[in-house]
């Protein structure tokens, strides 16, 4: 009985972190969209040296 109680517990617990995380998400999306600087390794063929 005691397992069941903690296991509904710890459910609601999960459930009520989702909503508020989802919550949130949904008001901040007013806000303007940052650029983030993305540095991308080019490839290239150990054998040749020619990009993939």
Known sequence: MDQIVL????A???AAAFLTSAVSALRS??????RVPVKI???RD???GNRF
């Open 29 to 34: 999306s007013d806000r303007s969209r940052q």
């Open 46 to 48: 150990r054998n040749t």
């Open 7 to 10: 296991n509904s517990t710890v």
């Open 41 to 43: 390794r080019v490839q």
């Open 12 to 14: 609601i617990l999960v």
